[in-house]
């Protein structure tokens, strides 16, 4: 049953510096921006944050900008953003490709790439790009600014690095070298979870990150190193095995999870070579 | 004048709804109106031993079963199912509290505590032994069939729960006045509701009203479930003395109300060598959940529809739907029927596999044809149309050229061939007694009905029949809201039956009105001799008989027939199955309305796909742990393949222009098709949906094993076969 709203605290800040000020004196607050997800939990009685902060119109975390060699993201930036810019389809095609499959329009419309970092979800399909990409994740608070590699910003399942009192404010992305490749598989052609999703990119030294197969989106660096040291794609695939732990649950099953996971890295492998 | 009927006329409904000017149940408001909502049960089974308002009680009204003032049944087929359980809980989100409050925010931070002595449920239908129906059907001697069989082939095929997710969720307004009560309400069928809510209530029959408030979609879920939800509604007017409005969000609606009923359907047929079927032995089972409520007649349509549009002398079906402890399974487009359709086409093509015979060629030698028998010794008429559609679609799908063309690819391509009864089955339309009404007007006529407009085109097809029948314009013809002080009795709008039925009556109707009028204009005859009314009732056409106790005899009063081909196209990394074309061949008698004809016809087949390919309610301990639009996968517009529809028109003598019934035939064929074209790609699948994960645990059919697929010789021949528990 949908969650009763008036007993719920909205704080609205008018900037990053005020809202930063709210989550040191007034927390903890939950900071909600497209609210894609969190609609749904409210829709279905699930959600158990009571104190929000509406971040939603700090326009100061908005915008695609590139500086030098770093691709970088406001955390509000939509995927319909994303997918408009020439500088991501040019730099980074494969988050491009992500957001293509994000939801759809509409979601596409209201969702950030802050907010998929923040909700943490295993299943957040621009998260694997992160992760391949070698993201760095920038946190603020009242008094600092610091910036975590994405691969370390999780500590569990819906768990980050992030303090209460900081916000995500922007995500930055290294120069790419070698061809990227990303594959979501769904549920249906739009409006769906994915059951696995790979982001990875082919290099020397090939960067591989999976969704939906671990409680938090995983690089398995073993079987990139195992790709690296000129293992058949076969051993990778059983390297693989041993880094991923998917579970059943209502959208599909570890059997294809496992298997599905291993068929998208051969393919990776062969239409990238 | 040119003539309504066959035209693509302006649709009545049309112009409101998509300026959005039609007015649906949470549209709808009074002064001083409370909001309502529904405490349920969190256990599948067991009692109720203590309850607690853990809330500021003050400005809610709050009913239980002891507030009802009549019986605390929903008054359907047995009278099994509480309006309120009162003890004993039978399965997970039943109704026990009624809350309503003016503020809604106060409604849903309510928290009512129940402790429960919970037993332990029955789940699994095939350990359920508490049956609410059983059906047998016999034609011939099946094991003189069997003996005269030359192949034995046996298979098992199982179906799944489906969620009808119409656009709007349920809804009803009850307000108290003039001693009674009034409705508002989405809904189907509004007599079931007024018997419903006189039974519930103690009120006499003229102290309830029951309005039909424009529908988002019904597919059958809201024919019987709206019953319960306007007792509700009507229990928290009557004790506030206040209006009261209970709307459904999409989370209750899923997880509450009904869902088609999951099937295990067992076949063992004998073949001649030449591919003709000797014996057909059928085992239905169909699981009913907590109460009856229709269950008997799903069953029952299962049954008669369960060997396919086939010809075979010697038949058995067995069926029984059985007692689960979980919410109750009710009426969806095609009520039993695409279960069974789905067990006896996948099963042709095994059969047509273990013969080595092309699966169009089998279909050919056995469909069904004017003259011959059906299960149940009904003769079939002129208009048995099975094989015009297998040859209409087979040509126009390009089956024979691409089945051979896609070997070998990741591309399939499949056949169904099925029929379905149009009407209420056996002597139900007798017992209905259906009126119909026409009521003439200074500028024509209205049409007096209690059908209603789900979307499917009730107001424009009934007018169309009207006006053509009475000669005059369709503009001259205006349809009434269906509202129980306002229209007769004209039967539920379901089982494909208000246009061939109701439409019959009408046609009937106006065909005597116009003979009144003679040359006078309504205009003229109502200053001449005052106000017009014509009823009409139903009368079964001649030679129409049925048997309820040996189900022998005339099943329906007439079939549609229809040939799905549907190509699909595996990925071989996810399994995942894409449907990438549908070429449909249906005989619907006559398209009134051939638009809306179509429309049900490509709704229904994406409908189907949905069942076919990825709507799986997932069960857990008796409640859909999948209850929300995020996981219960509907296909969306991009994944529906383009659809050639193709409408073949055999009149049946008895209907209005020769029309049948065309809603609920186009879902029946869906989900065969697209197993049969996965079975193409060499899987062999026996259980819809057909998700990634079923596909990719499914065995693979090895070219060897193609001519003897999993059949026994005819030398190892049972007698019969019980239920195998698993």
């Given at each position: 049953?949908?969650?009763a709203?008036?007993p719920?605290?909205?704080?609205?800040?008018?900037?990053?510096?005020?809202?930063?000020?709210m989550?040191?004196?007034d927390?903890?607050?939950?900071?909600?921006?497209?609210?894609?997800?969190?609609?749904?939990?409210?829709?279905f009685?699930?959600?158990?944050?009571?104190?929000?902060?509406?971040?939603?119109?700090l326009?100061?975390l908005?915008?695609?900008?590139?500086r030098?060699?770093?691709?970088?993201l406001?955390?509000?930036?939509?995927?319909?953003?994303i997918?408009?810019?020439?500088?991501?389809?040019r730099?980074?095609?494969?988050?491009?490709?992500?957001?293509?499959e994000?939801?759809?329009?509409?979601?596409?419309?209201?969702?950030?790439?802050?907010?998929?970092i923040a909700?943490?979800?295993?299943a957040?399909d621009?998260?694997?790009v992160?992760?391949?990409?070698?993201?760095?994740v920038e946190?603020r608070?009242?008094e600092w600014?610091?910036?975590v590699?994405?691969?370390?910003?999780?500590?569990?399942?819906?768990?980050s690095?992030?303090?209460?009192?900081e916000l995500?404010?922007?995500?930055?992305?290294?120069?790419?070298?070698?061809?990227?490749?990303f594959r979501?598989?769904?549920?249906?052609?739009?409006?769906s979870?994915?059951?696995?999703?790979?982001a990875?990119?082919?290099?020397?030294r090939?960067r591989?990150?999976?969704?939906?197969v671990?409680?938090?989106?995983?690089?398995v660096r073993?079987?990139e190193?195992?790709?690296?040291?000129?293992a058949?794609?076969?051993?990778?695939?059983?390297?693989?095995?041993e880094?991923?732990?998917?579970?059943?649950?209502i959208?599909?099953?570890?059997?294809?999870r496992?298997?599905?996971?291993?068929?998208?890295?051969?393919?990776?492998?062969?239409v990238?070579? | 004048m040119?003539?309504?009927?066959?035209?693509?006329?302006v649709?009545?409904?049309?112009?409101?709804?998509?300026?959005?000017?039609?007015?649906y149940?949470?549209d709808?408001?009074?002064p001083?109106?409370?909001?309502?909502?529904?405490?349920?049960?969190?256990?599948?089974?067991?009692?109720?031993?203590?309850?607690?308002?853990?809330?500021?009680?003050?400005?809610?009204?709050?009913?239980?079963?002891?507030?009802i003032?009549g019986r605390?049944?929903?008054?359907?087929?047995t009278?099994?199912?509480?309006?309120?359980?009162?003890r004993q809980?039978?399965?997970?989100?039943?109704?026990?509290?009624l809350?309503a409050?003016?503020?809604?925010?106060?409604?849903?931070?309510a928290?009512?505590?129940?402790?429960?002595?919970?037993?332990?449920?029955?789940?699994?239908?095939?350990?359920s032994?508490?049956?609410?129906?059983?059906v047998?059907?016999?034609?011939?001697?099946?094991?003189?069939?069997?003996r005269?069989?030359?192949?034995?082939?046996?298979?098992?095929?199982?179906t799944g729960?489906?969620?009808?997710?119409?656009?709007?969720?349920?809804?009803?307004?009850?307000?108290?006045?003039?001693?009674?009560?009034?409705?508002?309400?989405s809904l189907?069928?509004?007599?079931y509701?007024?018997?419903?809510?006189?039974v519930?209530?103690?009120?006499?029959?003229?102290?309830?009203?029951?309005?039909?408030?424009?529908?988002?979609?019904?597919?059958?879920?809201?024919?019987?479930?709206p019953?319960?939800i306007?007792?509700?509604?009507?229990?928290?007017a009557?004790?506030?003395g206040r209006?009261v409005k209970?709307?459904?969000?999409?989370?209750e609606?899923?997880?509450?109300?009904?869902?088609?009923?999951?099937a295990?359907?067992?076949?063992?047929?004998?073949?001649a060598?030449?591919?003709?079927?000797?014996a057909?032995d059928i085992?239905?089972?169909?699981?009913?959940?907590?109460?009856?409520t229709?269950?008997?007649?799903?069953l029952?349509?299962?049954?008669?529809h369960?060997?396919?549009?086939?010809?075979?002398?010697?038949?058995?079906?067995?069926?029984?739907v059985?007692?689960?402890n979980?919410?109750?399974?009710?009426?969806?487009?095609g009520?039993?029927?695409?279960?069974?359709?789905?067990?006896i086409?996948?099963?042709?093509d095994?059969?047509?596999e273990a013969?080595?015979?092309?699966?169009?060629?089998?279909?050919?030698l056995?469909?069904?044809?004017?003259?011959?028998?059906?299960?149940?010794?009904?003769?079939?008429?002129?208009?048995?149309?099975?094989?015009?559609?297998?040859?209409?679609?087979?040509?126009?799908?390009d089956?024979?050229?691409?089945?051979?063309?896609?070997?070998?690819t990741?591309?399939?391509?499949?056949l169904?061939l099925?029929?379905?009864?149009?009407?209420?089955?056996?002597?139900?339309e007798?017992?209905?007694?259906?009126?119909?009404?026409l009521?003439?007007?200074a500028?024509?006529v209205?049409?007096?009905?209690?059908?209603?407009?789900?979307?499917q085109?009730?107001?424009t097809?009934?007018a169309?029949?009207?006006?053509?029948?009475?000669?005059?314009?369709?503009d001259?013809?205006?349809?009434?809201?269906?509202?129980?002080?306002?229209?007769?009795?004209s039967g539920?709008?379901?089982?494909?039956?208000t246009?061939?039925?109701?439409?019959?009556?009408?046609?009937?109707?106006?065909?005597?009105?116009?003979t009144?009028?003679?040359?006078?204009?309504p205009?003229?005859?109502?200053r001449?001799?005052?106000?017009?009314?014509?009823?009409?009732?139903?009368?079964?056409?001649?030679?129409?008989?049925?048997d309820?106790?040996?189900?022998?005899?005339?099943?329906?009063?007439?079939?549609?027939?229809?040939?799905?081909?549907?190509e699909?196209?595996?990925?071989?990394?996810t399994e995942?199955?894409?449907?990438?074309?549908?070429?449909?061949?249906?005989?619907?008698?006559?398209a009134?309305?051939?638009?809306?004809?179509?429309?049900?016809?490509?709704?229904?087949t994406?409908?189907g796909?949905g069942?076919?390919?990825?709507e799986?309610?997932?069960?857990?301990?008796?409640a859909?742990?999948?209850?929300?639009?995020?996981?219960?996968?509907?296909?969306?517009?991009?994944?529906t393949?383009?659809?050639?529809?193709?409408?073949?028109?055999?009149?049946?003598?008895?209907?209005?222009?020769?029309?049948?019934?065309?809603?609920?035939?186009?879902?029946?064929?869906?989900?065969p098709?697209?197993?049969n074209a996965i079975?193409s790609?060499?899987i062999?699948?026996?259980?819809i949906?057909?998700?990634?994960?079923?596909?990719?645990a499914?065995?693979?059919i090895?070219?060897?094993?193609?001519?003897?697929?999993?059949?026994?010789?005819?030398s190892?021949r049972q007698?019969?076969?019980?239920?195998?528990?698993?």
């Amino acid at each position: 049953m949908r969650t009763a709203i008036s007993p719920l605290v909205m704080r609205q800040p008018r900037s990053v510096r005020d809202a930063l000020r709210m989550l040191r004196d007034d927390g903890p607050l939950t900071p909600m921006a497209g609210c894609t997800d969190l609609y749904v939990g409210l829709n279905f009685g699930t959600l158990g944050d009571r104190r929000f902060l509406d971040i939603w119109g700090l326009d100061e975390l908005r915008g695609i900008e590139v500086r030098g060699d770093v691709l970088r993201l406001g955390a509000l930036t939509t995927y319909a953003e994303i997918i408009r810019s020439a500088d991501v389809r040019r730099r980074l095609p494969m988050l491009a490709a992500a957001s293509r499959e994000i939801g759809a329009v509409q979601i596409q419309n209201r969702g950030t790439i802050g907010g998929n970092i923040a909700n943490g979800s295993p299943a957040g399909d621009a998260l694997p790009v992160l992760a391949a990409a070698d993201a760095l994740v920038e946190l603020r608070g009242i008094e600092w600014t610091r910036r975590v590699p994405f691969t370390d910003f999780y500590t569990g399942y819906r768990a980050s690095v992030r303090r209460p009192d900081e916000l995500i404010t922007a995500v930055e992305f290294p120069r790419v070298a070698g061809r990227q490749w990303f594959r979501k598989v769904g549920t249906r052609a739009a409006q769906s979870i994915s059951k696995v999703v790979m982001a990875a990119v082919r290099a020397d030294r090939p960067r591989i990150a999976f969704g939906s197969v671990a409680p938090t989106v995983v690089r398995v660096r073993r079987t990139e190193d195992a790709l690296a040291a000129g293992a058949s794609v076969e051993e990778a695939q059983r390297v693989l095995q041993e880094e991923i732990s998917p579970i059943d649950d209502i959208r599909s099953t570890v059997a294809y999870r496992r298997e599905v996971a291993a068929r998208l890295l051969a393919q990776f492998w062969s239409v990238t070579r | 004048m040119s003539r309504a009927v066959g035209r693509n006329v302006v649709r009545k409904d049309g112009a409101a709804k998509a300026s959005g000017r039609a007015r649906y149940v949470d549209d709808l408001t009074r002064p001083g109106l409370l909001y309502a909502r529904t405490i349920r049960s969190s256990i599948p089974c067991g009692e109720i031993t203590r309850l607690r308002l853990a809330f500021d009680a003050s400005g809610f009204t709050v009913v239980d079963a002891r507030d009802i003032p009549g019986r605390n049944v929903v008054s359907l087929i047995t009278d099994d199912q509480p309006c309120l359980a009162d003890r004993q809980i039978r399965h997970m989100a039943e109704p026990i509290l009624l809350l309503a409050h003016e503020d809604r925010e106060r409604l849903l931070g309510a928290a009512v505590e129940v402790d429960y002595l919970p037993a332990t449920p029955v789940l699994d239908a095939e350990r359920s032994d508490r049956v609410f129906k059983h059906v047998a059907i016999t034609k011939g001697d099946v094991d003189e069939g069997f003996r005269r069989a030359d192949r034995v082939i046996e298979g098992e095929y199982r179906t799944g729960h489906q969620e009808h997710l119409y656009i709007e969720p349920n809804g009803m307004l009850a307000v108290p006045e003039n001693g009674g009560v009034t409705v508002w309400g989405s809904l189907q069928c509004p007599y079931y509701v007024h018997r419903a809510l006189a039974v519930l209530l103690g009120l006499p029959d003229d102290k309830v009203r029951v309005v039909q408030a424009e529908t988002g979609g019904g597919f059958g879920g809201k024919e019987e479930y709206p019953s319960m939800i306007a007792g509700h509604a009507c229990l928290l007017a009557l004790k506030s003395g206040r209006p009261v409005k209970l709307v459904y969000d999409r989370v209750e609606d899923m997880l509450a109300t009904t869902k088609r009923h999951p099937a295990i359907v067992r076949h063992r047929t004998g073949v001649a060598r030449d591919g003709r079927l000797t014996a057909m032995d059928i085992d239905v089972l169909m699981d009913g959940g907590a109460y009856c409520t229709l269950s008997p007649v799903v069953l029952s349509r299962g049954c008669l529809h369960a060997t396919g549009p086939y010809r075979c002398d010697h038949v058995r079906v067995g069926g029984r739907v059985v007692m689960t402890n979980t919410p109750p399974n009710g009426a969806f487009r095609g009520f039993g029927a695409p279960q069974t359709l789905f067990a006896i086409d996948v099963h042709m093509d095994r059969i047509a596999e273990a013969l080595g015979m092309d699966p169009a060629r089998l279909r050919e030698l056995n469909a069904l044809r004017p003259g011959d028998t059906t299960a149940t010794g009904q003769v079939l008429g002129r208009d048995a149309a099975a094989l015009d559609v297998l040859r209409a679609a087979v040509a126009r799908g390009d089956y024979r050229r691409k089945r051979r063309a896609y070997r070998g690819t990741n591309r399939g391509i499949g056949l169904s061939l099925f029929f379905h009864g149009a009407g209420f089955t056996g002597s139900g339309e007798v017992k209905l007694q259906s009126k119909a009404s026409l009521e003439l007007t200074a500028t024509g006529v209205r049409v007096l009905v209690a059908s209603t407009e789900i979307g499917q085109g009730q107001r424009t097809a009934h007018a169309q029949i009207v006006a053509d029948a009475l000669g005059l314009p369709y503009d001259a013809v205006e349809v009434a809201v269906a509202d129980t002080s306002q229209v007769p009795d004209s039967g539920p709008t379901v089982a494909s039956r208000t246009t061939m039925v109701v439409g019959g009556l009408l046609k009937q109707g106006a065909a005597e009105m116009r003979t009144m009028l003679g040359h006078l204009t309504p205009a003229a005859y109502l200053r001449a001799h005052g106000p017009l009314v014509v009823t009409k009732q139903y009368e079964p056409p001649p030679g129409l008989v049925w048997d309820d106790e040996t189900y022998r005899g005339s099943a329906y009063g007439s079939y549609g027939w229809a040939c799905d081909v549907i190509e699909v196209e595996r990925d071989p990394v996810t399994e995942e199955i894409r449907p990438i074309r549908v070429t449909t061949a249906q005989e619907i008698g006559k398209a009134i309305f051939p638009l809306g004809a179509r429309g049900q016809i490509e709704g229904g087949t994406a409908q189907g796909l949905g069942y076919a390919l990825t709507e799986e309610v997932v069960m857990r301990g008796g409640a859909m742990a999948n209850a929300q639009l995020t996981n219960y996968i509907v296909p969306t517009t991009l994944d529906t393949p383009p659809m050639d529809v193709v409408l073949v028109e055999k009149p049946y003598a008895h209907g209005p222009y020769g029309a049948k019934g065309v809603g609920e035939m186009p879902f029946d064929g869906v989900a065969p098709a697209v197993v049969n074209a996965i079975r193409s790609l060499g899987i062999d699948l026996r259980q819809i949906p057909a998700t990634p994960e079923r596909v990719m645990a499914a065995p693979r059919i090895r070219d060897s094993r193609l001519r003897q697929a999993a059949d026994r010789p005819a030398s190892a021949r049972q007698a019969g076969f019980g239920i195998r528990k698993r």
